[in-house]
């Protein structure tokens, strides 16, 4: 996604109170490897003792690979939204195809393929998974729990500390004020479901 499509969820954030950075990178002629170093460059110098990162899709495996890569980064929480941590059924599927297959790039190396994905980020994560199955990706995902574009099996992984599935969308997840509550509390608290009260109400 391009940043501009990002501006909803945002300014969202940016009215519970956080300073917001939406950065963009090159999907298609970088990896997401060399895509997190070109990242760093730009959130190294922020001046920040806290960094929590948000990314929706391929930009959550941008960020595992800038978690692992750079643990010297200010700690805080990551939010993934429908990232297929573990590779994408539909690139693995379109790659090889002439004309379609271009709009993956190098997004496939240690990214979309599944192979190579980082494994330890060393912070907690969160992920927010779709079951909404709308999407230009349905063809290519009868008969498996979906968002649309990935499935819910390629957004699990083992390093996630937290995760939740909503009825959204791959795209609707971006709109959604139901995953924003979803972001909003894991990034204040580190889980998704909301405190216990006391038995007594106090």
């Not at 990162?53 to 595992?64: F, K, N, T």
């Not at 941590?85 to 240690?110: C, D, E, T, W, Y």
């Not at 969160?126 to 230009?136: F, Q």
């Not at 009825?167 to 998704?192: A, Y």
Request: aromatic letters at 6%; proline letters at 8%; a positive charge.
């Amino acid at each position: 996604m391009r940043p501009l499509v990002l501006q909803v969820l945002a300014g969202r954030l940016r009215r519970a109170g956080y300073m917001v950075h939406v950065p963009a990178y090159a999907s298609v002629t970088l990896t997401p490897a060399q895509n997190a170093e070109r990242l760093h460059l730009v959130i190294k110098d922020f001046p920040t003792e806290r960094l929590h990162i948000v990314a929706h899709s391929l930009g959550g495996i941008v960020a595992l690979h800038l978690l692992e890569k750079y643990p010297d980064l200010p700690m805080g929480r990551l939010v993934t939204l429908g990232t297929p941590a573990q590779g994408s059924k539909i690139a693995r599927l379109i790659k090889p195809l002439p004309v379609l297959g271009r709009a993956f790039g190098k997004s496939m190396v240690a990214g979309l393929s599944g192979a190579g994905v980082p494994q330890h980020i060393g912070r907690e994560w969160g992920a927010v998974i779709g079951t909404l199955s709308v999407g230009l990706g349905m063809p290519f995902l009868r008969g498996d729990a979906n968002d649309g574009a990935v499935r819910v099996c390629e957004a699990e992984h083992p390093a996630q500390t937290a995760r939740i599935q909503q009825h959204v969308s791959h795209t609707g997840m971006l709109f959604s004020p139901l995953t924003f509550t979803s972001i909003l509390r894991f990034l204040q608290t580190g889980q998704f479901s909301p405190p216990l009260m006391p038995a007594n109400g106090a």
